[in-house]
């Protein structure tokens, strides 16, 4: 008697999708986790300027900056905020006719969001871990914010004023 093949192995099953996923799927929740990454970092970012802020005002010690004395010397606190009007001013240069065409309240979320960039990056610079792609990366989130704008005009920006940051980093 001849043995069947077939009574021996498991039927193979294949799960059934309900729609195969496509690359641009695939793309757009690569794209979403890269974002939820910035975001992070972002924060991180946020929460070590929030701290260095507050030692500041409250004159205590711990932060390897802070003098002897416990205080950090006004020339140090004058110079980080100097820097950030630069950055300020390096990423709002060139961009007045996208943001007179805006709406009031994406205006203000432009506005906001461009300050906590520019804070984002001086405390990047003052703490040494400053990265060329990190920078890049978050103007051309906060470019993003312009709606209709270019993406190709998005992305030469943010390399034009990344360039303008390292030299200011620089000095």
């Known amino acids: 008697m001849p043995e069947d093949k077939n009574l021996n192995s498991e039927p193979k099953i294949e799960p059934k999708l309900e729609k195969p996923i496509t690359d641009q799927e695939k793309i757009s ?12 970092g972002l924060e991180k970012i946020s929460q070590k300027e929030e ?23 006004v020339s140090v606190l004058q110079k980080h905020k100097e820097r950030e009007k630069k950055i300020e001013e390096v990423l709002a240069q060139d961009l007045d006719e996208f943001y007179l065409s805006m709406g ?19 405390t990047m610079i003052e703490t040494g871990k400053v990265h060329a792609k990190k920078i890049i990366e978050l103007i051309r989130k906060w470019l993003s914010i312009v709606p209709g704008i270019n993406k190709f005009f998005v992305e030469q920006q943010a390399k034009i004023k990344t360039d303008k940051i390292m030299q ?4």
Do not use: Y
């Open 104 to 122: 009031e309240e994406k205006r203000m979320e432009f506005k906001v969001v461009g300050e906590k960039t520019a804070r984002t990056i001086n």
């Open 51 to 73: 701290k260095i802020i507050e030692k500041i005002q409250e004159g205590g010690d711990g932060d390897e900056r802070m003098g002897a004395t416990g205080i950090m010397p």
């Open 29 to 40: 929740v690569s794209e979403t986790e890269k974002q939820e990454k910035i975001d992070q």
């Open 168 to 171: 200011i980093k620089k000095e």
